[in-house]
């Protein structure tokens, strides 16, 4: 990485290996879909290569040289990722594989012995699957209520919803994104907070699509729980981090049994190893958890108010470039500051996936469909949208290469 | 961009106004089917006298591509038997609208191209085994219809 005044993409371009391909006929990758996840730089992919080649060993539970490596080396993720997020003990961050699990983990292991019929499960309708699915399984097994908190035509949250639902008194969980993954929305997540504060709810944040672009402070958000994947802030798949606090995470039940998080089996009695242990049964995603330490280096050594403030800047770009472009519908915030750098688009009457299509053959990558997020397409009243998504590696250049296949779209569909 | 080997005047115009575009209620074969991954989500009815189509209708929500081939299918259908419509081939329908390409070139959109085929597969299946309790009529286009992509 280059440290000048340079753009942030110029400074960390050439780091990024796979940036360099050639698609289709010979286009240049214009990666648009980091929401999906995120392209890996040098760094990460040297870790992986020199633990394997230097390291690889199972952790926790042998003397020799390579176990003493491996479980160091482990362990340092873990004070990376406490550090990044400003959490005090680090035994209250657990290595899972993803958001999924980390929001699983908590619908099993405190949903099940703290949500009983009658009591209420608040999500919101721009809810990634992960944080419906979980709660409509927990709430249909144990006879309590999932509502929903609506959002507006700007794609942000009716907030007033939620004081209504928490009113009730019966509100045991809220559970709600930081940063919508379609509408790029950014959650007014500390007032979500105190509301649930004061309402005595506990509160689960969905950092999936926050943790990467913005500067977070877990240290001082106040919520419950946090979740988030390695794999959309440069790090490898199959990692991703539960973060709660610790009185919770004593009072919970394992959430899988296994190797690691006992203390000691006898035939008909265990009892559990301390935290983070408990929760990380088996052995874990070792190689995995080991090379995001060098992602978070990566984020770190950048800034993360680097990284929004040229989000903030190409989302802006981007918007007004698009605002332009014949039968283009924009959702979300529309406001650069309001949302993370994630646009949600479709054109009249152009289903998503001819868009996805015409512009794939400029080499341009977005999604299109409805990014595990059906609910909200049910409330767009659209069966799928295209989604362009940006990183630090993302150039105006690129930017401009979209809009110039969107405006090919709008010219084959003769709009 | 003239000469986009997916997107032709024709699919585009299909895509518009699609053929066939519809419900036939109480219809003697419906077949409901989607694409999970994008999307593409039609229903398809079909009215039989004895064993020749006399009626074909779909509705539903889909990419151009689907809404193109689906309409192009319910044309060559209409006033067919089921023993001709039963044999019919995939290469046949894409040829119509020259999509064969996609086979090759698009694992993805081929999905969409296919989809009203392989509904129309399985209701007919359906209606052999089912409604004429005919097993041999329905022979293997079960198989046939879950291996089209
Ligand atoms: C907001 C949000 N939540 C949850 C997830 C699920 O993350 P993962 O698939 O890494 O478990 C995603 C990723 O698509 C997301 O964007």
């Known amino acids: 990485m280059q440290s000048t005044t340079q753009s942030l993409d110029t400074q960390c371009r050439s780091d990024f290996p796979v940036l360099e391909r050639r698609v289709r006929d010979d286009k240049a990758l214009v990666y648009l879909d980091n929401a999906a996840t995120t392209q890996k730089p040098i760094q990460v992919i040297d870790a992986i290569t020199d633990y394997y080649k230097n390291h690889n060993s199972n952790i926790h ?88 908190v609506d959002i507006d035509e700007n794609g942000e949250l009716m907030l007033e919803q939620l004081d209504e639902h928490l009113a009730t008194g019966k509100v045991k969980l809220v559970a709600v994104s930081h940063v919508s993954n379609v509408l790029g929305t950014i959650t007014d997540i500390k007032k979500v907070i105190k509301k649930c504060k004061d309402a005595g709810a506990k509160i689960l944040v969905d950092g999936a699509q926050a943790v990467p672009h913005m500067k977070v402070d877990i240290g001082n958000l106040g919520c419950d729980f946090y979740a988030f994947s390695a794999h959309k802030m440069l790090g490898p798949t199959g990692v991703g981090v539960l973060w709660a606090r610790k009185e919770l995470l004593e009072n919970m039940k394992p959430y899988q049994g296994g190797g690691d998080m006992i203390r ?60 332009k472009v ?35 053959k400029n080499g341009v990558a977005i999604r299109s469909g409805h990014h595990c997020a059906q609910v909200l397409m049910e409330k767009l009243e659209v069966a799928a949208t295209n989604r362009a998504s940006f990183y630090i590696y993302t150039t105006k250049q690129e930017v401009d290469v979209l809009i110039d296949s969107l405006e090919q779209v709008a010219k084959v569909f003769k709009l | 961009m003239s000469g986009d080997p997916i997107y032709t005047e024709m699919i585009i115009e299909y895509s518009r106004n699609p053929s066939n575009f519809g419900k036939i209620e109480n219809p003697q074969i419906h077949r409901h089917d989607s694409n999970p991954l994008c999307g593409d989500s039609i229903d398809l009815y079909v009215n039989v006298d004895g064993t020749k189509i006399t009626d074909v209708k779909f509705d539903g929500k889909g990419c151009a591509i689907c809404m193109a081939c689906t309409s192009v299918l319910t044309e060559m259908i209409q006033n067919k038997t089921l023993d001709e419509v039963k044999n019919f081939q995939k290469d046949e329908l894409l040829a119509e609208l020259g999509l064969e390409h996609l086979i090759k070139t698009s694992p993805v959109r081929i999905k969409c191209a296919l989809l009203s085929l392989k509904a129309l597969k399985y209701g007919i299946y359906s209606y052999f085994t089912e409604k004429m309790n005919d097993v041999k009529a329905a022979g293997n286009l079960k198989e046939e219809a879950a291996s089209l992509y």
């Open chain 1, 61 to 148: 539970r042998a003397v020799h040289a390579l176990a003493e490596e491996s479980t160091e080396a482990f362990e340092v993720t873990r004070s990376k990722v406490a550090k990044f997020l400003n959490i005090e003990k680090s035994e209250e961050i657990i290595f899972v594989k993803g958001t999924t699990e980390a929001i699983n983990l908590v619908a099993y292991a405190w949903g099940r012995d703290n949500v009983q019929k009658g009591d209420i499960v608040v999500t919101t309708e721009y809810e990634h699957h992960s944080n419906i699915v979980p709660w409509q399984l927990l709430t249909q097994e144990t006879g309590a209520e999932l509502r929903y």
């Open chain 1, 326 to 360: 014949k039968g283009l519908i924009i959702y979300g915030p529309k406001d650069a500051q309001r949302q993370g750098g994630v646009i949600s688009f479709n054109f009249k009457d152009v289903h998503p996936h001819d868009v996805a299509t015409i512009i794939d």
């Open chain 1, 264 to 323: 000691e089996v006898h035939k008909q009695e265990t009892t559990w190893n301390d935290l983070p242990y408990k929760f990380e049964a088996g052995t874990p995603n070792v190689a995995d958890v080991i090379c995001f330490a060098a992602a978070i280096d990566y984020l770190t050594k950048i800034g993360m108010d680097n990284v929004r403030n040229h989000e903030i800047e190409l989302t802006k770009y981007a918007l007004e470039k698009m605002s």
